[in-house]
């Protein structure tokens, strides 16, 4: 069975930086996606980041150049580093996977396993 569990996130001040970790256990996929899907209340999440197991990564434009996403094979980790934080980057934070897939899905639909989700707040 695959879990995944988020770490990280908490309360800064708008300019500041936070990392979110999501820990993945059960996952027997040789190819996947994995992606941060952060979602503020009233509205769906939307993916901001993504990266396949090939280590290609793509970013919306709200977070690019702000928002670095990467793995860490060995330790079966996701992270998420953020910089240069905004009050609109505020909401839980999820990680989602989907395996055995050629092109990574851009809306929540398409990801098969989900974490917990971790709140993340900027204040202005």
């Known amino acids: 069975q695959v879990q995944l569990v988020e770490f990280g996130g908490g309360s800064v001040q708008a300019g500041g930086t936070l990392s979110l970790s999501c820990v993945s256990s059960?996952?027997?996929?040789?190819?996947?996606?994995m992606a941060w899907f952060p979602q503020s209340p009233g509205n769906e999440r939307e993916r901001v980041a993504v990266?396949?197991?090939?280590?290609?990564?793509s970013y919306t434009d709200s977070v690019k150049d702000r928002f670095t996403i990467s793995k860490d094979n060995a330790k079966n980790t996701l992270y998420l580093q953020m910089n240069n934080l905004k009050p609109e980057d505020t909401g839980v934070y999820f990680c989602?996977?989907?395996?055995?897939?050629?092109?990574?899905?851009?809306?929540?639909?398409?990801?098969?396993?989900w974490g917990h989700g971790t709140q993340v707040n900027v204040s202005s």
């Open positions: 990266i396949t197991s090939d280590g290609v990564s």
């Open positions: 059960g996952y027997t996929y040789s190819r996947y996606c």
């Open positions: 989602a996977s989907r395996g055995s897939i050629p092109t990574c899905p851009a809306l929540r639909t398409g990801y098969d396993y």
